[in-house]
């Protein structure tokens, strides 16, 4: 630092110590195994579960709702903060599965950075590339973690040069794994000359000169040292590791190993506490925010109903732009213009949580919530502005709802409210009054839907098949009296095709994309938007 630079301000220091990421994968790929590896050297828990385990081991830290215990597969995003290296980690493990992209997606807009986790056997797949495409259009930066390494994988260069093509991502092997499968003996450090062998119960640091130090040959098995030099000289190709390309998204690090042996993880724990970026500016409506200031801002990415079922509660995760949030504190909802206390901020650890005395820029905290918070709002201090990128997607499935019991239509009500508030599906009122509907991403969130209206709420619901293959929110293109005359017009045009979603804003129903065109030509004063920010139709930033 300069002789002429002022220290840095409480909220500048504190912003600079956070780093903020989610762990992106395809289902299967080790993500959840990978995230309690983390934890453990956080010292966050004791014991790291394996979700393939058995009885007790098998309650991993992180996916605690009981359809994700059964089932082995995480569907809502659980919070983590730990310390590790001088720094504070929030830790976002995103749902893997297709079916929860909106929710990965709205998890994605409130970190700095990423770890994309790829399983060295099977490479890029499918949800890996759509997910890395949502960090491209955010230009998060990516650290890779090529995983499983200890089992049958493909060369490592030929993963590298995957991850270069697929991906349009330049990549610098941050280590270089010594074998595959039953030989995977460990991984050399290339920035700092170093063995890591894997050694049973844990980890053995081996300082050497470089490649050609002779003292490789006496620490791994026969014939390996040549084949590993042959292996660093290749790695030589690929651009020397650069910060700025780095964090503006167009260079990964690669460190590879097995997050189900614990090997590895610290390498890319070191990596994230060195490399990932701090909390940042972020754009809003009326201004660009700046971490340091001193004044709170914040927005709502999340909200998870009935973590604790005997206390029915709803918390809404919070994550801090600027300035400092005190327990205690009483915020403005810039959408209602409501004061909010938050007497009792949360930092989490999964299920588990503590009352947080204070929050910086970079945290993610927990509000606890009765219905008044929603996904998108901004909390401020006063000032009125929104920030922007929280969107809804259109539903690619859309269902009525059957209730068995009519005795029980006020209970369903709230279960639908309840779960539309947390962004596990999105709810439509027909304007014509008949059963609601149900907008998903795919099946595997009616699934969860079901599943979790019976157990949270004691309601047995089924599913209806609709003719509706498409659904969109319509806005007049002017606004004023003339606008808002032309879209009642619409709505009254066919009600039995119309609703309104869970934030009262009007959307259509459609048979075919023929049928939608059609309303496009019929109707030019309207806008039919297949997605929609959350605090009102418009287009997402």
């Keep these: 630092m300069g002789h002429n630079q002022p220290p840095l301000s409480e909220t500048a220091a504190e912003a600079g110590r956070r780093r903020t990421f989610a762990i992106i994968a395809h289902p299967d790929a080790g993500k959840t195994t990978l995230t309690e590896q983390l ?3 956080g010292g966050a828990i004791q014991i790291a579960g394996a979700v393939r385990a058995k009885g007790e081991r098998r309650r991993t830290r992180s996916d605690w709702m009981k359809i994700e215990q059964d089932r082995g597969i995480s569907v ?22 297709e079916d929860f992209s909106e929710d990965t997606y709205r998890t994605l807009s409130a970190v700095d950075a990423a770890v994309m986790v790829i399983d060295a056997a099977k490479g890029i797949e499918a949800q890996t590339r759509k997910l890395f495409e949502v960090c491209r259009l955010r230009d998060i930066p990516i650290v890779t973690f ?3 390494m200890d089992r049958e994988a493909r060369e490592p260069l030929e993963l590298l040069d995957e991850i270069e093509k697929t991906l349009a991502l330049d990549v610098t092997p941050a280590t270089w794994p010594i074998g595959s499968g039953r030989q995977f003996a460990g991984v ?38 040549d084949v590993l030099r042959e292996g660093i000289e290749l790695a030589s190709v690929y651009p020397e590791f650069e910060l700025a ?3 503006e998204g167009h260079l990964t690090p690669v460190y590879f190993g097995s997050a189900l042996r614990g ?17 940042s500016a972020r754009a809003a409506d009326a201004r660009v ?39 205690g504190a009483r915020l403005k909802q810039v959408r209602t213009g409501k004061s909010i206390p938050v007497n009792a901020p949360l930092f989490f650890f999964a299920k588990e949580r503590q009352v947080a005395e204070e929050a910086w820029p970079g945290d993610v905290v927990g509000i606890a919530n009765h219905g008044v918070l929603r996904i998108g709002d901004t909390l401020t201090d006063g000032e009125e502005l929104n920030f922007r990128g929280v969107p809804s997607f ?4 859309l269902r009525r709802v059957r209730l068995d019991d009519p005795m029980l239509a006020k209970k369903l009500r709230k279960a639908l409210d309840q779960l539309a508030d947390e962004g596990v599906v999105q709810v439509f009122r027909p304007l014509d009054g008949s059963q609601p509907v149900v907008g998903v991403v795919g099946q595997l969130q009616l699934d969860v839907l079901s599943s979790r209206i019976q157990a949270e709420y004691g309601v047995h619901i089924t599913f209806e098949g609709t003719s509706w293959s498409t659904m969109r929110w319509v806005a007049p293109r002017e606004d004023g009296p003339q606008g808002r005359e032309t879209l009642d017009r619409f709505l009254r045009s066919a009600p039995s095709q119309m609703a309104e979603d869970h934030d009262n804003e009007p959307v259509a129903f459609f048979t075919s994309d023929w049928g939608r065109r059609r309303s496009e030509e019929e109707w030019p004063a309207l806008r039919f938007l297949s997605l929609r920010e959350q605090h009102g139709v418009g287009e997402a930033a």
């Design 39 to 41: 934890l453990l050297l």
């Design 76 to 97: 809502a995003t659980s919070v983590m903060t730990f310390e590790y290296a001088g720094q504070i980690f929030n830790l976002l493990d995103t749902p893997g599965h």
């Design 146 to 148: 090529i995983n499983k």
């Design 188 to 225: 050399y450090d290339r920035a700092h000359e170093t063995l890591r062998l894997l050694r049973e119960g844990g980890e053995q640091d081996e300082k050497v000169s470089g490649p050609d130090d002779a003292r490789i040959d006496t620490l791994l098995p026969h014939g390996q040292g």
């Design 245 to 247: 390309s780095f964090r």
């Design 263 to 279: 090997f590895g993880v610290r390498h890319l724990l070191d990596g994230l506490a060195a490399y990932a970026p701090p909390p």
């Design 289 to 327: 925010v700046e971490p340091e200031e001193e004044k709170l801002t914040g927005f709502v990415f999340k909200i998870q109903a009935n973590t604790d079922l005997n206390h029915r509660d709803r918390v809404a995760f919070l994550r801090v732009c600027s300035g400092r949030l005190r327990k």
């Design 394 to 397: 259109a539903p690619e499935i």
